[in-house]
């Protein structure tokens, strides 16, 4: 019923990884229906998927007129379909927008990172304009280190990032998170890492909060 995407055309700021404890969230905490579509032919989420053993339908779609073709029926089979774009603003993250309901643009603080944010806001503008409003989009800041000047630098970038919205948390870069997939697990399956669980939920219910 809703699509949310996870999108930013650079490569490495967390699409994958907030994506895949997204689903993981969704599915196995908040008991919903969720499909996924993994736009990005790395198909980390896929394959991350596969490790976990998730009862769930993970669709490959890197195809531009596909996606935007597919994603439409996919949509209807489930309550949240989530889609994880590759790192470019291609085509094909171009015609995921133009299906989504909610884009999540997640960055890391750097000057380079914001840059790039502010071109990802600025293509789903353009695709605002020409579907009356939608996809609705925010900016969540991944990877933080706590006390620095680059946090405080971003956090008050992502605040003029509009139509965007600036997500209130702040996801820390934690070893915890950089390991979850290299063992297949997420953090609510592995030990000492209430801190990044509980971080992603209140995220999460940002996001479902907005997405509705
Ligand atoms: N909060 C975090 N703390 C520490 N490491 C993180 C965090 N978020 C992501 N990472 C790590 O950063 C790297 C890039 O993350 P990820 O693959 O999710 O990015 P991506 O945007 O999907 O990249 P790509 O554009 O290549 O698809 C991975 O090694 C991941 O484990
Ligand atoms: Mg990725």
Same mark, same amino acid.
């Given at each position: 019923?809703a699509?949310i @995407?996870?999108?930013?055309l650079?490569g490495?700021?967390?699409?994958s990884?907030?994506?895949?404890?997204?689903?993981?969230?969704l599915?196995a905490i908040?008991?919903?229906? =969720? *499909?996924?579509?993994?736009?990005?032919?790395?198909? #980390?989420?896929s394959a991350?998927?596969?490790a976990l053993?998730?009862?769930?339908? @993970?669709?490959?779609?890197?195809? !531009?007129? &596909?996606l935007?073709?597919?994603?439409?029926?996919l949509?209807?089979q489930?309550e949240?379909? =989530?889609v994880? @774009? !590759?790192? #470019?603003?291609?085509?094909?993250?171009?015609c =995921?927008?133009?299906?989504?309901?909610?884009?999540v643009? !997640?960055i890391?603080p750097s000057?380079?990172?914001?840059?790039?944010?502010?071109?990802?806001?600025?293509?789903?503008?353009q695709? &605002?304009?020409?579907?009356?409003?939608?996809?609705?989009?925010?900016?969540?800041i991944n990877k933080?280190?706590?006390?620095t000047?680059?946090?405080?630098? *971003?956090q008050e =970038?992502?605040?003029?990032?509009e !139509?965007?919205v600036a997500?209130?948390?702040?996801?820390?870069q934690?070893?915890?998170?950089?390991?979850a997939f290299?063992q297949g697990?997420?953090?609510?399956?592995?030990k000492g890492t &209430?801190?990044?669980?509980?971080?992603y939920?209140?995220?999460?219910?940002e996001?479902?909060r907005?997405a509705?």
């Amino acid at each position: 019923m809703a699509v949310i @995407c996870f999108t930013n055309l650079k490569g490495g700021v967390g699409k994958s990884t907030l994506a895949l404890h997204f689903i993981y969230w969704l599915l196995a905490i908040k008991k919903r229906s =969720v *499909a996924v579509v993994d736009a990005d032919s790395q198909a #980390s989420t896929s394959a991350w998927l596969e490790a976990l053993e998730m009862d769930i339908k @993970c669709h490959r779609i890197t195809d !531009p007129d &596909q996606l935007a073709e597919e994603i439409p029926e996919l949509e209807k089979q489930c309550e949240y379909l =989530v889609v994880d @774009c !590759p790192g #470019s603003l291609g085509e094909a993250t171009r015609c =995921v927008l133009l299906t989504a309901f909610f884009a999540v643009i !997640p960055i890391t603080p750097s000057g380079l990172d914001l840059m790039s944010a502010a071109a990802a806001v600025r293509i789903v503008k353009q695709t &605002q304009m020409a579907r009356g409003g939608l996809p609705k989009a925010g900016v969540v800041i991944n990877k933080a280190v706590k006390n620095t000047k680059l946090l405080k630098e *971003a956090q008050e =970038v992502i605040t003029q990032l509009e !139509p965007a919205v600036a997500f209130k948390q702040i996801i820390y870069q934690r070893q915890a998170i950089a390991d979850a997939f290299l063992q297949g697990e997420t953090v609510w399956s592995m030990k000492g890492t &209430q801190e990044a669980a509980s971080d992603y939920q209140k995220l999460f219910a940002e996001i479902l909060r907005l997405a509705r």
